[in-house]
């Protein structure tokens, strides 16, 4: 038996879960309905998943792998802040050309036509047709 990152991280969830599902036995029916229907299966399945991380070693990660999960992290990271100084309507098209001309080495052409794409969607959906309010970003309120 091995103590491991992803057998805290199971054990971990099963707490949450366990938490929320003795906190929803005491609601109202309808209003425990949703934490139960999602924390009895998270409970059984995390307690599952941390009894097969102790019973079996991990396996090595290799560095490619490794590598890919720093930049999977690290575009992410740039998202959240793209989202803090600029806000959500002028990070999202900005996140889309650059993942894909950086990261996804997309055409240029295209790269400009999908983060348009986006934008739209993004801006219709949300601003118009939802009226969704969204905070402006740090950037943004000093040019205010």
Same mark, same amino acid.
């Given at each position: 038996?091995?103590?491991?990152?992803?057998?805290?991280?199971?054990?971990?969830?099963?707490?949450?879960?366990?938490?929320?599902?003795?906190?929803?036995?005491? #609601?109202?029916?309808?209003?425990? $309905?949703?934490? @139960?229907?999602? &924390?009895? +299966? =998270?409970? !059984?399945?995390?307690?599952?998943?941390?009894?097969?991380?102790?019973?079996?070693?991990?396996?090595?990660?290799?560095?490619?792998?490794?590598?890919?999960?720093?930049?999977?992290?690290? #575009?992410?990271?740039?998202?959240? $802040?793209?989202? @803090?100084?600029? &806000?959500? +309507? =002028?990070? !999202?098209?900005?996140?889309?050309?650059?993942?894909?001309?950086?990261?996804?080495?997309?055409?240029?052409?295209?790269?400009?036509?999908?983060?348009?794409?986006?934008?739209?969607?993004?801006?219709?959906?949300?601003?118009? $047709?939802?009226?969704?309010?969204?905070?402006?970003?740090?950037?943004?309120?000093?040019?205010?």
């Amino acid at each position: 038996m091995r103590l491991s990152g992803a057998a805290l991280f199971g054990f971990a969830l099963a707490v949450v879960a366990a938490y929320a599902v003795y906190a929803a036995l005491r #609601w109202p029916p309808k209003a425990a $309905l949703f934490p @139960l229907t999602m &924390g009895i +299966p =998270i409970l !059984v399945l995390a307690l599952a998943q941390t009894l097969i991380e102790l019973r079996d070693p991990p396996a090595p990660v290799p560095a490619a792998a490794r590598r890919r999960i720093f930049v999977v992290f690290a #575009w992410m990271g740039t998202f959240i $802040l793209l989202v @803090l100084l600029a &806000g959500f +309507p =002028i990070a !999202v098209p900005i996140f889309v050309f650059s993942y894909l001309v950086m990261e996804s080495r997309e055409r240029w052409g295209l790269s400009i036509a999908l983060a348009a794409a986006a934008w739209g969607v993004f801006h219709l959906l949300f601003e118009r $047709l939802l009226h969704f309010p969204f905070e402006t970003g740090l950037i943004t309120d000093w040019f205010q």
